[in-house]
């Protein structure tokens, strides 16, 4: 079983568990297990006598198997969870190499019965290794290992567990320990890495073991393959397709050197002995065909105890080639060999793997031996693995041209020229727009693996022609198809490019505020919002210096940008700088003024603001346009408690000649409680337009819960009483209304409902409901009931009286809202509405009975649904 088919099974946190709720019936074997197991001495080394059950792990050693048996040995300890496990305990002898002995006592998680519950039950197994002292060398059983083997930790993708393989040698057998790793496999075949060995010299574990983790059964069906020797080098292709993704050791962890295209470097094995085993895995690209593969095994650099291997195996995750050197390359000066193979492949996964090396004087070659003490270090060595295929010798711009159509060819070509690195990506930028549509969608994914410096340019490019296209194509699109028309998607390009740009950053800042200074309008624009977008602090000069010379609908973009990029935290510090009156006097006042009015509610946070906003406030002889849009940054400054900033909106709103400027002061003195007088007194300005924007704002500041000075009402009302003009005493109306209740304030708004008006009854009316004003109520109701009223101030009335939770209503209000069930017309529909809004905001105890028909099927369906929010609407009023 797989170690991520064991982690959704069997998590390691489960073990204990399953053990304990086992242990009632592994205790009922435990006489069929407690039979000792005796390994008998051998030369150098005592006997050993091992009991096993489920009272746990007994061991004896003696001088000799004669007699030798665990009774009065040493009780070997266990994890907690592992004592109910012993019951279900093997123990099998091992024989090593030299005719020593150990044993292997390994108990399954799932116990004795693991079988009779199923192979799922039985994953996983705890492992002991223990063996006779050697003579000589005490009277204590060793424990040379154990732990839990099969069972993974780490995320998926990631996940590693302990193994202990016994390999069958021609006399004895080898005992190795180590892990097995998902990310380091043979191409998907599960491999032992990091192994120690039972060292049958000293019976200890010793590290850097070599395993042949290919079974011996795939190895024997092998397709063999002989290398040949190459004269001359071949001509080395423009790409790597082989990128080295891990190996099982590697001197100096260097084996990325395997596939680097220096012919100085090379990967070599790091394990004791003569490497068979060890192996390095490559990712590849599937589209591509490997015809064959390119060797150099001698490095020109020294590498201490090299030595060439005599055979290895290239495995893909369905296929395996056994490849035969010629000759010991190590005594050869540097050349290289040709694996051709007898049948392209195609594969994600490629992996090298040594078998037999030519070893140096002396060193042992076996399976994973070890040589004498004296015998020298073995490190098989290859310097270069390159893979053939069909395009070898063509080069990047060649493989571009190949892109076209778009066919099983040119994926190939693709996957190839995305493995190119930069100088790939350049070519394919630079046949882009030779290609058809099939070949430009292969070069963009190219492209796209290039690094950011490599595709910036283009997709900046791409982006300022998208932007220009799409300029030029809107007007024409909304003649032929309206507003809908000129709303249509983006074109796919457009949007890839901004997506890429977005994706590199800060990466793509400079070719961004390049296009800003010197592109076409709509050029500009776009880059404008994706520098301020992904480099704030880049854009916030960029946008002031290309604010100077921008006219018209640009500038209001740029400007745009600007406000984006200057409120960002990122470009705090640089916002400060831009502010410093040094820098601020250098630039045009036109892009002063912009970078103050970009900051918005941000300038009052802003070190310096206020200074950069007096040294434009306070210049002699100021211009309309200056004045004008000076109001808002003086209001944020005044939010904030500037007093220079709050005096200087105070005058421009009471003292200004001109209307203009006196109006866009009453607008923005909204949010500023301290000019509420002051915005009081502009309800009495000469101007109409004036008075309007005071009275809005009073609303809004009133709705903000901004306390009102005294005799607000009062102004308001005398604007409610006499204005001539129709929006002022509207707006006059909404502005009490949305002040606290005062006996003045209701009395005006009561006088409006006989404005000639509808607007203005209308705004009286929605006043006297938020002020529930019941004192009035008759007069609400005169409203509600005049059927030659205006429909629209009917149903406010309505909702007043809703709102005054008037139970003196509600069968007007049920009559109303059936009759919308056959409406005569729109009267009827609104009037029955607004009833039943009222309705629900009472909520009479009787309400499901009164709104019973209206609940038929044969009620239009939204009339039905109105219906049901009124009977599941929460009251606003007691109970009736």
Known sequence: MSSSRFRSLWPRASVTALAVA???????????????????????????????????ITARACPSAAACAPDGGQVLAVPPEVAPLLGGARVAPITLADGKHLAKIEAPAGGANAGARGADAGSGSWVMLLAAPLAGKGAEPLVLWSGWTGVATGEHGEGRSDAVVVEPLASGSRVLVGQRRDDVTICGRPALVGASEVDPRTMTLLKGASYQNLPAEERRAAVKVAAERREADAAAPGFRLLRPTAASSAVGKRFAEIADGD???????????????????????????????????????????????????????????????????????????????????????????????????????????????????????????????????????????????????????????????????????????????????????????????????????????????????????????GRRAASAEPDPELHHARDR?????????????????????????????????????????????????????????????????????????????????????????????????????????????GAAFQALASAA????????????????????????????????????????????AAEVAAEVPALAPDLLAAVSDPDVRVREAAIVALSRAASAGTRLPAGAAEALAARLASDPWTFIRGGAALAIGAMPATPAGDRALVGALTDASPEVRRSALDGLGAHRATAHIEAVRDRAEDKEEDVEVRARAILALGAMCDAGSVDLWTRLALRAKAPVGERDQRLGSAALAALGAVHPADLPARLKPLLDKDTPHGLRETARAALSATPQCGRR
Do not use: M, N
């Not at 435990?30 to 030369?43: D, N, W």
């Open 263 to 481: 012919p100085r470097t090379a990967w070599s094995e790091g394990k004791a002995g003569a490497g068979r085993g060890e192996f390095v895995s490559f990712s590849s690209a599937d589209e591509v065909g490997i015809t064959g593969l390119g060797l150099r095994i001698k490095p020109t650099e020294v590498v201490e105890g090299g030595a060439a291997p005599r055979t290895l195996f290239v495995a893909t995750p369905d296929r395996l080639f056994q490849v035969s050197l010629p000759e010991d390359a190590w005594l050869k000066e540097p050349a290289g060999y040709e694996v051709k193979l007898p049948q392209e492949i195609r594969a994600s996964c490629v992996a090298v793997v040594l078998d037999e090396p030519f070893a140096p004087r002396g060193a042992q070659a076996g399976a994973g031996g070890r040589g004498s003490p004296s015998a020298p270090e073995v490190r098989v060595t290859i310097a270069e693995v390159t893979a053939r295929t069909a395009f070898d010798g063509q080069g990047p711009a060649a493989l571009v041209g190949a892109l076209a159509g778009g066919g099983e060819r040119a994926r190939a070509a693709a996957a190839l020229l995305a493995r190119g690195g930069p100088e790939a990506a350049l070519a394919a930028i630079a046949g882009y727009d030779r290609l058809d549509p099939a070949g430009r969608q292969l070069a963009a994914g190219v492209i796209d693996a290039a690094p950011c410096a490599v595709q910036v340019p283009f997709f900046t490019a791409r982006l300022a022609s998208g932007a220009a296209d799409a300029a030029r194509l809107k007007p024409d699109a909304a003649r032929r198809g």
């Open 501 to 609: 740009i977005r994706r590199c950053g800060r990466a793509a800042a400079p070719a961004l505020a390049e296009l800003v200074k010197g592109g076409a309008a709509a050029a500009r624009v776009a880059a404008a919002r994706e520098l301020a977008l992904v480099a704030p602090a880049e854009a916030v000069p960029a946008l002031l210096d290309a604010l100077a010379g921008a006219r018209g609908a640009t500038r209001r973009e740029l400007r745009s940008a600007l406000a984006t990029a200057a409120r960002s935290e990122r470009a705090a510090a640089v916002v400060e700088e831009e502010v410093r009156l040094e820098r601020l006097r250098a630039r045009p006042e036109d892009a002063q003024l912009d970078l103050l009015r970009a900051l918005g509610p941000s300038l009052g946070r802003v070190r310096g603001g």
């Open 22 to 56: 086992a242990s009632s019936t592994w205790l009922g074997e435990a006489a069929a297990q407690a039979a000792p197991v005796v390994l008998p001495h051998a030369a150098g080394q005592q006997a050993l006598a091992v009991r096993v059950d489920a009272r746990g």
């Open 621 to 664: 002889g100021a211009p309309f346009a200056r004045r004008y849009l000076l109001q808002a940054p003086a209001a944020a400054l005044a939010r904030a408690g500037e007093p220079q900033a709050q005096a200087y909106l105070r005058a421009s709103l009471r003292k200004d000649a001109d209307a203009h400027v006196r109006l866009r």
